[in-house]
């Protein structure tokens, strides 16, 4: 029933170790965003896939990689993470003339 | 460019009170405008939306008019509910760029019993 899935859902790591979260989807939609969302702020858009297209927000660290293999699925890498890193980190889809964006439930992340 | 604001909270109400949260907008041409909700813990979900002038997107007893003259999108809710304790985030998107949306700050909301 779920239409995006993100995992896992909590991930704990060691300051500069990498990590990756993962995002499936199952609406077929063509267009992927990772968003970064800090306590009580809103979400802030990283980058996006439009098909196999990478678009990279022009404030975006480049400690920040993505990687998108096929329709359903798209990674978020985090190379040397730092303290400041600690975020929920939001995936969401989205079909050109749908105007709606449809979100997993989050990883939440934690680096110590 | 584009932009949403949003009233700040926390806002705190008792049950069955009455909700409206603020949200006006800066965009050129016409946006997309909607409001999502995020329960603790969870990602973001679409509450509502609205595509054009006047049209009201309602769900759950929420709803929200696109009113192009005062630029606002204020979301309204009748009767609060303990459930309905989240943070509310008023957003649009715009058909210049209709693959990317733009955040107001969001709004906590807290209902008492």
């Known amino acids: 029933d779920a239409m995006v899935i993100q995992n896992p859902r909590y991930q704990v790591t060691q300051f500069g170790k990498p990590v990756t979260l993962s995002c499936s989807q199952t609406?077929?939609?063509?267009?992927m965003y990772w968003y970064q969302q800090k306590s009580s702020q809103a979400p802030k858009l990283l980058f996006h896939?439009?098909?196999?297209?990478?678009?990279n927000e022009a404030d975006t660290p480049d400690n920040f990689q993505s990687r998108r293999p096929n329709t359903s699925f798209c990674f978020l890498d985090i190379r040397s993470p730092g303290l400041g890193d600690t975020a929920m980190y939001l995936c969401?889809?989205?079909?050109?003339?749908?105007?709606?964006?449809?979100f997993g439930p989050g990883t939440r992340l934690l680096v110590l | 460019g584009n932009s949403v604001t949003q009233m700040e909270g926390p806002v705190t109400l008792s049950e069955e009170a009455f909700l409206t949260i603020n949200c006006t907008y800066t965009?050129?041409?016409?946006?997309?405008l909607f409001w999502y909700v995020q329960y603790p813990g969870e990602g973001l979900q679409l509450l509502l939306k609205?595509?054009?002038?006047?049209d009201k997107g309602s769900n759950k007893g929420f709803e929200a008019t696109y009113r192009k003259e005062t630029t606002s999108f204020h979301l309204e809710k009748g009767s609060v509910q303990v459930s309905d304790s989240a943070v509310y985030f008023c957003?649009?998107?715009?058909?210049?760029?209709?693959?990317?949306?733009?955040f107001g700050s969001g709004t906590r909301l807290s209902i008492r019993p």
């Open positions: 969401a889809t989205y079909w050109v003339g749908s105007e709606t964006q449809y």
């Open positions: 609406l077929n939609h063509n267009v």
């Open positions: 896939y439009y098909d196999k297209d990478f678009n």
């Open positions: 965009a050129t041409g016409y946006p997309s």
């Open positions: 609205a595509t054009k002038a006047d």
């Open positions: 957003a649009l998107s715009s058909y210049s760029s209709a693959s990317k949306i733009i």
